[in-house]
């Protein structure tokens, strides 16, 4: 069986997915998400210019040996650009394996290990009223888990994932008017004199058994982060996400010191290397990689063993950017996984989504049942593609009053 074309496609409704099709002379053929949120044409690029040529007449049953080759074989390794590349081939090969076995992906990584999977919805608002309106609507939906971000009174411009306006919809993260980013000001003080007792203000509202997640997106360094971690202990969040960068993986130790609340990590990650010290040392609870920038099944899969002997478990990153063929590999990991921990979800499910990338996946009451359809149970409608272009984008950048730039 070999492999005889490969194609990428750029773009989408709203969004740049960047999706992968590769083909077999045996006319099966697969699909991966290579969707690198606002750098899109650059694991395209990587795709046609280096791993496509390379991967035409090879076996497309080798998932494992292909990833060996396009990780170690580049010699520079890993990087968001390079593993969201390889991650897309790792889906296709994936998809192509198991709809060849005629089955639904989960049931080669060990079958289902629950019926339908946690996943928590975004609530957002532009002060603490508006917020509560906000995770209302979540609840109403039938989500037990929601992750709130509030913005902050006095905060010069809105801040990470709130609405600049009441009533205002939590921004979709890019900015299309061009690719020089917007600034946004952030203030460490203001915030953490507000945030806990928002925090607390959700809990009291919502009762014992609403999961709270909140997410504060790197902008705390690690003694903050552990004062703030302590200081938000009565709340019981679900977890506190990205309390303060975490390239230094040490870091993390003074947050373990002096908090019991749970820590999730990791949707900026590419490979196991960055968070192997977090996870041996048992300094988070939750890993946050993606399939799609780190490396696909065969590299997320390793991840989730190595948290499975550590009691952490999992958090797929699922933001807006990822497109539903990503969304459903993670979904046939978090049905198998014996260290699920929760899914981020974000209704991605517009027609025209729908339209691009048909699926019986569906999530109701707050769960995700994944289909049986073969494969990673999404299709492509190629006809639909044309309808879409790539549209440049941009993230904010975040600086503090006076101009020193700070962590997004
Ligand atoms: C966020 C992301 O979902 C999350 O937890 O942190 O939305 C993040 O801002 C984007 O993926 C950046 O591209
Ligand atoms: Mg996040």
């Not at 009441?166 to 203001?190: C, H, L, Q, V």
């Not at 696909?296 to 063929?325: K, N, Q």
């Not at 593609?385 to 997004?408: F, K, M």
Request: with cysteine; net charge negative.
């Amino acid at each position: 069986m070999k492999i005889t074309d490969a194609k990428v496609f750029v773009g989408g409704p709203g969004k740049n997915y960047v999706t992968l099709k590769i083909m077999t002379d045996q006319g099966v053929f697969g699909l991966g998400d290579a969707t690198l949120n606002n750098r899109e044409t650059l694991p395209a690029k990587y795709l046609t210019d280096y791993l496509i040529p390379n991967l035409i007449g090879l076996d497309p049953r080798k998932s494992e040996d292909i990833w060996q080759v396009f990780y170690r074989g580049a010699y520079f390794r890993r990087g968001p650009v390079a593993m969201a590349a390889i991650g897309a081939v790792d889906m296709a090969l994936w998809d192509i394996k198991a709809r060849l076995a005629n089955m639904p992906l989960y049931q080669l990584l060990g079958g289902k290990s629950r019926d339908g999977a946690l996943v928590y919805a975004h609530a957002a608002g532009a002060d603490l009223e508006d917020l509560i309106g906000s995770v209302a609507a979540c609840v109403a939906q039938g989500y037990k888990a929601v992750r709130v971000q509030c913005g902050v009174p006095g905060m010069p411009t809105a801040s990470y994932a709130t609405p600049d306006t009441k009533g205002g919809t939590a921004p979709f993260i890019t900015d299309f008017s061009g690719i020089r980013p917007k600034t946004e000001i952030w203030d460490t003080e203001r915030y953490m004199r507000f945030m806990p007792g928002a925090l607390a203000e959700i809990r009291d509202r919502f009762g014992p058994e609403l999961k709270i997640l909140h997410d504060v997106h790197h902008r705390l360094l690690p003694r903050e982060a552990a004062a703030f971690a302590r200081e938000v202990e009565p709340v019981g969040l679900f977890w506190l996400e990205d309390p303060t960068p975490a390239e230094d993986q040490d870091a993390l130790k003074l947050i373990r010191q002096h908090s019991t609340t749970p820590i999730a990590i990791g949707e900026v990650f590419n490979s196991i290397w960055e968070c192997n010290k977090l996870i041996e040392h048992e300094l988070i609870d939750f890993i946050r990689v993606a399939v799609t920038y780190a490396g696909g099944i065969t590299h997320v899969r390793r991840i989730v063993e190595l948290a499975a002997l550590h009691h952490v478990r999992t958090g797929f990153h699922g933001a807006p950017s990822h497109s539903p063929i990503s969304m459903a590999a993670q979904a046939h990991l978090n049905i198998w996984a014996p260290n699920f921990g929760i899914q981020e979800y974000l209704v991605l499910g517009t027609p025209e989504c729908d339209a691009l990338f048909p699926s019986d996946h569906y999530v109701a009451k707050g769960m995700q049942y994944v289909s049986d359809t073969p494969g990673l149970g999404v299709a492509f409608d190629e006809a639909e593609a044309g309808r879409y272009e790539y549209q440049p984008g941009s993230h904010p950048i975040v600086r503090l009053e006076d101009g020193t730039l700070w962590n997004y």
